[in-house]
């Protein structure tokens, strides 16, 4: 195929605007799949995707299309996600694509997403075909649109494309216009080989099934490939293509994008952004490759059972293949046993990966209250980054904590404005601007400590703007606080997995709440339970969990007290023995519960 025959672009939006309808139109468009194959979201492949109703994973497809010059083309298409956890799989399809389909819901406008998707596209310099989507429907504001993004993202009127991807509107001109302005990939065949790994998954039978766009050269069954990252060769056992599935050809040639088989087992050794190439005659210097992520959420994952730990493991290692925003490291903890502490870049990745986990491997996990990364300054000068309380110095030993703020830009409904000031203020935000893109929708922009906003904030948006709020963040910079280590203690022992750092005002708040709720969910045990939340020696909040009652004088029928007494005496013993020996069991749904606080 002539490289100039060639089109490589991604759909890029905001969450829910379309992009997998619109991708599942284009699928049938162009003749890829029959009515019979066809499913919506036939490229969210995952069935989380499916029912959560969200994009998970970046999907990769090519279409053969006749334009109406009667030219073949060959397109590459990257179906990206939307929502905001997920922004390192878009920001992975971009650089493997040379346009970009921006996709505008009719109905809800430019949301915070769109617009920092837009950003990223233009960093990398793609041509940007702007689509307003679902037009067929009762309340699109399509004039109101335009305008939006006219005023907002600096986009000629002229160059829209209305459309309705459920029902086929606007597919063709969408087709059309990525042949006429999306350019051909740049590159030549005759230069050694440059293969940029874009992504990979693990397969039982195949080993590591890796995806990469052909920068220059060409792969061939047979070939001594080297990743350069890794320094490792391997000699290429298949090549093929996204038919949607994969499909076996002959060669990938300049330009193309594709997959190849090498019978690699160990997953560390494919990286995304890693340039493979000829072992005969490598290219002398690798590709610019990905910015490397950095997780922003951190927990603890345990397996239920103690035995599960080396599944979980080699489950862990396959999935880190396939997401590479995910980090992972062993540790140990008193009340869990043997688990790993695992990075991620938000709350909905962290259950999207435990899920997974659970689903895909059959594993039984717990997790640990999530937190982010701390930086602690210590008297003597030393820096330190604390992503476990545990790990916490002694107090004594810190000059300051400090806690990653986070710039958020949220695009809201104006008669929404003052109760979202006040969620705001109550989760620490600092005010900067109010923007006003026109007389019904405003851009609020605040800084706020990670910690506040990663767990309910963007449910608690939602809820407060009727649905209409939209919320994008990234990180700024490290500000020092007064922050503390809010300890839980189950019997006077420390229970290490429900340790937490949180602000000192609101330490007291939290202890009772969780120890509350702990209160709620922990089952009876033969013994007492009591429940302490503490900040370094002071005990802050207390509940208390009853024995189970057993009526040891049940059978006692009338005759004297001491009897009766000295059962009650043994009893009150045996108890004691128990709480001195006894291990209080917490269900999942305690930590799960805990996470919400």
């Not at 162009?30 to 499913?39: P, V």
């Not at 397969?203 to 990252?229: A, C, E, H, T, W």
Request: aromatic share 8%.
């Amino acid at each position: 195929m002539n490289i100039k025959h060639i089109r490589n672009f991604c759909i890029i939006a905001h969450i829910d605007h379309g992009k997998s309808t619109l991708a599942d139109r284009m699928l049938q468009s162009t003749g890829a799949i029959t009515k019979r194959q066809f499913k919506n979201q036939l490229l969210d492949s995952m069935d989380l995707e499916r029912e959560h109703g969200i994009t998970i994973k970046a999907s990769a497809v090519r279409l053969k299309y006749t334009a109406k010059n009667k030219e073949k083309y060959i397109l590459n298409l990257i179906d990206t996600p939307g929502h905001v956890d997920f922004s390192y799989e878009v920001s992975k399809s971009i650089r493997a694509c040379e346009g970009a389909i921006l996709l505008i819901d009719a109905a809800q406008g430019v949301q915070a997403q769109t617009v920092a998707n837009l950003y990223l596209a233009k960093e990398n310099n793609l041509t940007i075909i702007p689509v307003i989507n679902k037009v067929d429907l009762a309340n699109a504001s399509i004039d109101k649109v335009k305008a939006q993004i006219r005023d907002m993202l600096n986009i000629d009127e002229d160059n829209i494309i209305l459309a309705s991807a459920k029902e086929g509107i606007g597919t063709e001109e969408i087709l059309e216009r990525i042949i006429t302005h999306v350019p051909h990939p740049e590159g030549s065949a005759d230069k050694p080989l440059q293969a940029l790994v874009f992504d990979s998954q693990y397969d039982s039978y195949k080993g590591v099934m890796v995806y990469v766009k052909i920068v220059n050269g060409r792969l061939l069954p047979g070939m001594k490939v080297r990743f350069m990252q890794a320094s490792k060769d391997f000699e290429l056992l298949e090549i093929g293509v996204f038919n949607p599935g994969m499909h076996k050809i002959a060669s990938l040639d300049c330009g193309m994008v594709g997959y190849f088989a090498a019978n690699i087992r160990n997953p560390k050794y494919v990286i995304a952004g890693d340039t493979v190439t000829d072992t005969r005659s490598p290219a002398i210097e690798s590709l610019a490759g990905y910015k490397k992520v950095r997780p922003m959420v951190f927990c603890g994952i345990y397996p239920m059972n103690t035995k599960d730990f080396e599944s979980l493991r080699d489950a862990i290692e396959k999935l880190r293949l396939s997401d590479s925003s995910f980090s992972s490291e062993q540790e140990s903890s008193t009340s869990m046993g043997y688990g790993f502490r695992c990075g991620f870049l938000g709350l909905l990745h962290m259950q999207i990966i435990q899920e997974r986990l659970e689903r895909e491997y059959g594993l039984d996990l717990v997790l640990t209250t999530p937190g982010v990364i701390y930086r602690v300054k210590k008297t003597n000068g030393e820096i330190l980054e604390i992503e476990n309380p545990t790990k916490l110095p002694d107090p004594h030993e810190i000059e300051e904590i400090a806690e990653p703020f986070v710039e958020a830009k949220m695009i809201i409904p104006a008669e929404c404005l003052g109760n979202i000031m006040e969620l705001s203020k109550q989760r620490r935000g600092i005010y900067i601007s109010t923007e006003y893109l026109s007389p019904e929708r405003a851009n609020l922009t605040y800084y706020f400590p990670l910690s506040e906003i990663i767990t309910d904030f963007h449910d608690k948006l939602k809820s407060l703007t009727q649905g209409y709020g939209s919320l994008d963040y990234e990180f700024i910079d490290y500000q020092a606080n007064d922050l503390v280590r809010l300890d839980i203690l189950l019997n006077n022992e420390p229970c290490d997995a429900l340790s937490s750092i949180v602000f000192k005002e609101k330490a007291q708040t939290k202890g009772r709440a969780i120890a509350g709720k702990l209160k709620e969910l922990i089952p009876k045990q033969l013994f007492q339970i009591a429940i302490q939340a503490a900040v370094g020696n002071q005990i802050i909040a207390r509940e208390t969990v009853t024995a189970l009652k057993k009526n040891v004088t049940g059978k006692c029928y009338g005759g004297d007290i001491t009897r009766k007494r000295k059962l009650w005496a043994k009893q009150k013993e045996g108890k004691k023995r128990l709480k001195q020996f006894g291990k209080v069991q917490i269900p999942q749904e305690a930590f799960l519960s805990v996470m919400k606080i």
